[in-house]
């Protein structure tokens, strides 16, 4: 094991996010010696500042939804207000309690966790306030950050999602800037809470990374819901004072609004932490990595946000164990990054995993690809709980299923299956004999693959 009494360990890693712990977890598992260093606190953005807060307000918010729609089910509620200190204290309460889980199982790996701001000072040595921890192998994953545009600065009512979790307050009005999964997600939470809310993206459609059909069908449905948004339209520029701000875009038009909420993507966290000097490689501030998650730097590895490519949590932790697994001599299967599950949490959900129908025709031909949508409004469990929506499959011509998106309330609990399917290169006609069980929203897919093999029961083929 290693610090600055002269002990070496096996592993140390910079940063303690999903990626670092779930690295940690799993090399002390296989017998390894750990350094973990973190300068905030230990789960990273996801836990603290990333996937739970926001998914638990997004839950918040789908209890105002119901609370306001009961009576479409014969049930008489209705919604009296939004108490956001009372949302908060839920939402922090959610991560308190995982936060005290993650430092027992980090206790019980007995991993030496050394808190504070961190520094590659050599290919195999971590500098954390004076006190140096050496490594037979490094893994750096330091994590990301809130990403602006040039020129645009972050303070007073021009926030980013960091911000946005500690709002006390439903702002009346806001401008989300950015129509990818972080702008959506809480442009859904704020309309649900009772906000006037409109999202600015640049591209020409909504969740651009997703299959073109599902961005239609959210924008859809986000029209149903009085959520407004501007696509293929650029931001210039935002001026605030005490009473709001006031946002251009190019194209001559200005939203005013009680907040803007910056959401243009997470930046890597490597400046100034000494990759470079160590004569790590990097790429606009990430570090580029082989399949095996090795940087040009020997026994030097990388993982998570900071590595190009998806910037998802369970994509760090699935690299992190990966890396530790390599280290320790298992030879691990390589990750497929286009066989990642995504979800989206917004109202309704988004799951995809998998080639889109754009990219499996890019990769297969124009004429080597078949889909199907295989439409809510015949699931039986989708029209109990009043959601509208699809599910998509994406499939080689007469091959294996390669793409699957789903949209509907809940979508996001079916992505499981889905990514058994692509990542087993499955076909039709396999999944088709499995039994999904009734009823379940899980019955569509079920129901997507007997249509795609030829044998559709409630669907037109």
């Given at each position: 094991m290693a610090d600055s009494d002269g002990q070496v360990f096996d592993v140390v890693i910079l940063g303690g996010g999903s990626g670092g712990y779930a690295c940690a977890f799993r090399a002390a598992e296989l017998g390894l010696s750990v350094a973990?260093?973190?300068?905030?606190?230990?789960?990273?953005?996801?836990?603290?500042?990333?996937?739970?807060p926001t998914k638990a307000l997004l839950h918040a918010a789908e209890i105002a939804d119901t609370a306001r729609e009961g009576e479409k089910f014969g049930v008489q509620t209705s919604l009296g207000g939004i108490d956001m200190a009372g949302v908060n204290a839920y939402k922090d309460g959610v991560v308190g309690r995982l936060y005290k889980g993650l430092q027992g199982l980090a206790k019980a790996h007995r991993l030496t966790l050394v808190e504070g701001e961190g520094r590659l000072v050599a290919k195999d040595t971590v500098e954390v306030e004076g006190r140096r921890y050496t490594g037979r192998h490094?893994?750096?994953?330091?994590?990301?950050?809130?990403?602006?545009?040039?020129?645009?600065?972050?303070?007073?009512r021009v926030i980013t999602s960091d911000q946005a979790l500690q709002l006390d307050y439903v702002p009346e009005k806001v401008v989300v800037l950015g129509g990818g999964v972080i702008g959506v997600e809480f442009a859904s939470v704020w309309r649900s809470f009772g906000a006037e809310v409109t999202i600015v993206e640049a591209l020409p459609r909504l969740v651009p990374a997703e299959d073109e059909a599902v961005s239609k069908a959210l924008e859809r449905a986000f029209r149903r819901r009085k959520i407004g948004f501007r696509t293929g339209v650029k931001f210039s520029g935002v001026e605030q004072d005490d009473n709001g701000v006031r946002v251009s875009l190019e194209s001559g038009d200005t939203l005013e609004a009680d907040l803007l909420l910056v959401a243009v993507g997470r930046g890597p966290v490597t400046d100034g932490l000494g990759y470079e000097e160590a004569g790590v490689t990097l790429d606009r501030g990430f570090v580029p990595t082989d399949e095996r998650l090795r940087t040009n730097v020997e026994n030097v590895f990388a993982v998570g946000d900071i590595v190009p490519g998806l910037q998802l949590a369970h994509r760090g932790f699935q690299q992190g164990i990966f890396v530790a697994e390599e280290i320790a001599g298992l030879n691990p299967v390589p990750i497929v990054e286009a066989n990642i599950p995504r979800v989206t949490y917004c109202?309704?959900?988004?799951?995809?995993?998998?080639?889109?129908?754009?990219?499996?025709?890019?990769?297969?031909?124009?004429?080597?690809?078949?889909?199907?949508?295989?439409?809510?409004?015949?699931?039986?469990?989708?029209?109990i709980l009043g959601t509208q929506g699809f599910i998509k499959l994406v499939r080689q011509k007469d091959g294996p299923v390669v793409g699957v998106h789903a949209v509907g309330a809940r979508m996001g609990e079916q992505v499981g299956e889905a990514q058994l399917i692509v990542n087993w290169e499955a076909f039709p006609e396999e999944v088709a004999q499995l039994v999904h069980a009734?009823?379940?929203?899980?019955?569509?897919?079920g129901e997507a693959h007997l249509a795609l093999a030829g044998k559709p029961l409630h669907s037109h083929s």
């Open positions: 973990i260093v973190e300068r905030d606190k230990f789960g990273g953005t996801c836990l603290h500042r990333g996937c739970i490094v893994v750096l994953a330091s994590g990301s950050y809130a990403r602006s545009l040039p020129g645009l600065e972050i303070g007073g109202d309704p959900e988004i799951a995809s995993v998998g080639l889109t129908e754009a990219q499996a025709k890019e990769v297969h031909g124009e004429d080597g690809v078949q889909t199907y949508e295989y439409n809510l409004g015949g699931n039986g469990r989708s029209q009734h009823p379940t929203q899980n019955e569509a897919m």
